[in-house]
């Protein structure tokens, strides 16, 4: 049906004055466009790979069309039972399964052992130098998780690996398989690096205790055994089952101790085994075998929150409690001041010094004048360890130091830039789906182990797709999967911190007709540098010590320090892969540091008083 020009003239002014207030609008409040593009955003980076992963499992690969029987892309089960069901399902799946399980369960008690009586005694008793040791009972976990194995390795190595000898072999004493390598120096090394969480969680849960409740029961005259029996402990019960659900969780991902102390003597984790399956050329075993560590993810999240619903169980109802009085330990104070101090010295001072000492060594152990050197150090090519320059020469190191402080650097910036935006848009349209979406989404992330994750990041940008080249290789893949992964914090933090300062600021500058990036300028920048420099510093510390999550991502141009100490270990250049972990641990020390200058906050920060 034909229109008449002249009819159609008089709807211009309408449209174009609508359209006009509709930019006007969205400049004015530009909220929703934000929204949009972080929701197709968050979509591609964070679900993008879990699908393109869950894709890889059911479809056959290249390289499996003849043993698969079907073309490439084609659906099939192939690769769920060879997983599950298959002859050579034992090594890849279920003997891994069970030791990932046993591995986690031990580590996780021993760290819920130490954080426990660490916390009673520098919280509760007059133990000596309990103001020092609270914060410093938090260095453990500023070393890289493998620190602790390579520490374990440099001490007590065998015959078994070549290269030079291990502490105890230097001074005369052969130690065995099972103490050198296994299941239980994995348990060990990652109890001791993991403690640290149970510590601050328990140090907390303790100063929260009405302390009205303990008076009253030793006016009735129980003992102070029965008071942390029947007081403390039960009221403890949601942090003691919060720290076993996360101590279990990083275990399950975690994979530089397993691949440290365990490749030498085949005992393979869940972690190790779809790194093998990627290393052989089967990238569908491996998806299928990130799936399951997926799905232990997301199970031991839900036990998580299942647990805080049900927290209102263990709520006290009292008054203001007075501040805790400090039992006096009388005879045991010494023995218990020894041990506090020990775990200290085991998890964070000893493995520091063996790993300074093995650098200034020709053999390790060994403690004569002669067999001290800078040569690792210093030296333009040394006669040992393949010809390969020291540490402050060496141009591999010094590429990889630079890539890890550029990429995590980037990571970080980019993570705490976009946490404020995520925090911003769901706290501005709370109440909406895309508030719900975006709240959901940003937190998935937490549920995947970092190995699991990488692997699905492989999946989906090792090959071009649609306008987004193939990514493989190259340094934007290590930021971008980096930034998903340290997302939830800088998030959840931002979120926090947007729900307690409410509108009303920015509501009030919108009255007064200030633009929205005068608002943004103003008031949300200023009110969120807090939660930003959090959001920035620690995915940095993160993204220097990260291994789990970048092994199966860097190229032979892009590797970091972590990966590069990493390939060290393997070639048996023992004192070059501890020099490369000190300067990872002394970086990572000094992020930690700008951390409490920055914010004015301490980690440690409630249990010192």
Do not use: C
């Amino acid at each position: 049906m034909a229109v008449d020009p002249k009819k159609a003239d008089l709807f211009r002014p309408n449209l174009t004055r609508r359209v006009r207030q509709k930019l006007l609008s969205i400049r004015h409040n530009p909220t929703p466009v934000i929204a949009f593009t972080l929701i197709v955003g968050l979509a591609y980076v964070v679900l993008g790979p879990i699908i393109a992963m869950l894709s890889e499992a059911f479809q056959v690969q290249f390289q499996d069309r003849a043993i698969a029987e079907g073309e490439p892309g084609s659906w099939t089960t192939y690769y769920f039972h060879r997983v599950f069901t298959s002859e050579i399902s034992q090594i890849t799946f279920w003997r891994p399964l069970g030791r990932t399980v046993v591995v986690a369960l031990g580590s996780s008690t021993l760290a819920l052992l130490f954080g426990l009586v660490l916390a009673w005694l520098v919280t509760s008793t007059d133990l000596l130098g309990r103001r020092w040791l609270g914060p410093a009972l938090i260095l453990p976990y500023m070393l890289p998780s493998w620190a602790f194995a390579v520490a374990w390795i440099t001490i007590f190595k065998n015959r078994r690996l070549g290269g030079a000898p291990g502490f105890a072999e230097s001074a005369g004493f052969s130690p065995p398989d099972w103490l050198a390598y296994g299941m239980i120096p994995m348990t060990i090394a990652l109890a001791l690096h993991y403690f640290p969480f149970a510590f601050l969680l328990y140090a907390n849960g303790f100063k929260r205790i009405d302390t009205q409740l303990e008076e009253s029961a030793q006016v009735l005259g129980a003992s102070r055994w029965t008071i942390m029996r029947k007081i403390a402990l039960p009221i403890l019960l949601p942090t003691t089952m919060s720290a076993i659900l996360l101590t279990f969780s990083r275990t399950v991902g975690t994979f530089g101790t397993p691949y440290v102390l365990g490749s030498p003597v085949g005992e393979t984790l869940l972690s190790t085994s779809l790194y093998s399956s990627f290393r052989s050329g089967s990238p569908g075993t491996a998806a299928m075998i990130a799936i399951v560590m997926v799905l232990m993810g997301v199970a031991i999240v839900a036990m998580d929150v299942w647990l805080i619903r049900q927290w209102r169980r263990f709520v006290t109802v009292g008054g203001k409690g007075g501040s805790r009085r400090r039992m006096p330990l009388r005879r045991w104070r010494l023995p218990a001041t020894a041990f506090a101090w020990a775990i200290l010295l085991a998890a964070a001072i000893v493995p520091f010094a063996v790993i300074f000492l093995s650098t200034i060594m020709r053999i390790p152990g060994v403690f004569t004048i002669e067999n001290f050197t800078s040569q690792f150090w210093t030296s333009p090519g040394m006669d040992i360890a393949g010809g390969e320059a020291g540490v402050l020469r060496n141009d591999d190191i010094l590429r990889a130091a630079f890539n890890s402080l550029r990429i995590a650097g980037i990571a970080a910036v980019v993570t705490g830039v976009l946490g404020v935006i995520v925090g911003y848009v769901v706290v501005r349209m709370q109440g909406s789906k895309t508030s719900f979406y975006l709240r959901q989404v940003s937190f998935l992330p937490y549920l995947v182990p970092g190995i699991a994750f990488a692997a699905a990041a492989l999946s989906l940008f090792a090959v071009s797709r649609g306008p987004v080249p193939s990514l493989y290789g190259t340094l934007a893949l290590l930021v971008i999967v980096m930034v998903v992964m340290y997302l939830p914090y800088a998030a959840r933090s931002s979120i926090a911190s947007m729900m307690q300062s409410g509108n009303e600021p920015e509501e009030a500058a919108m009255v007064l007709g200030a633009r929205f990036r005068k608002r943004i300028a103003k008031i949300i920048l200023p009110m969120q540098r807090g939660p930003m420099m959090v959001g920035v510093l620690l995915p940095f510390i993160s993204g220097m010590k990260e291994l789990s999550l970048v092994v199966m991502l860097v190229t032979p141009g892009t590797h970091l320090l972590t990966t590069q100490a990493l390939k060290y270990t393997d070639l048996g250049y023992i004192q070059l892969s501890n020099a490369s972990i000190l300067l990872i641990g002394v970086i990572t020390a000094v992020a930690a540091w700008l951390i409490q200058r920055i914010t004015g906050t301490s980690l440690a920060e409630g249990f010192q008083k």
